[in-house]
């Protein structure tokens, strides 16, 4: 029914930056509970930040002050700035949009930071 299409991963350094988009199909950013979270190969699946309809937003401890969760609800999308990339970082990034019982998950993109 929504569809999550999630864009921006790539190869980058160790210290860099990448900004991953979330486009979804219906116009639901302003007002379901929107999040990232990411998988490494062989991990569990972790949250890394995640925003409420009401605004407020939540980072996991080791992306604190370098990650920044945002929206434009006019296009319909979700953001996820990362600055001071490091190894550690590299994961799938699954985009994340829920509401009440209905829970939508996109095909994820590939962020890889190595030298």
């Known amino acids: 029914q929504v569809q999550l299409v999630e864009s921006g991963g790539g190869l980058v350094q160790p210290g860099g930056s990448l900004r991953l988009s979330c486009a979804a199909s219906?116009?639901?950013?302003?007002?379901?509970?929107m999040a990232w979270y990411r998988q490494a190969p062989g991990k569990q699946r972790e949250l890394v930040a995640h925003m409420t309809s009401g605004g407020p937003t939540n980072y996991a401890d080791s992306m604190k002050g370098r990650f920044t969760i945002s929206r434009n609800n006019a296009k319909n999308k979700v953001y996820l700035q990362m600055n001071s990339l490091n190894p550690e970082d590299t994961a799938v990034y699954y985009c994340?949009?829920?509401?009440?019982?209905?829970?939508?998950w996109g095909q994820g993109t590939q962020v890889t930071v190595s030298s």
């Open positions: 219906a116009r639901i950013v302003s007002t379901y509970f």
């Open positions: 994340n949009a829920k509401w009440l019982m209905l829970d939508y």
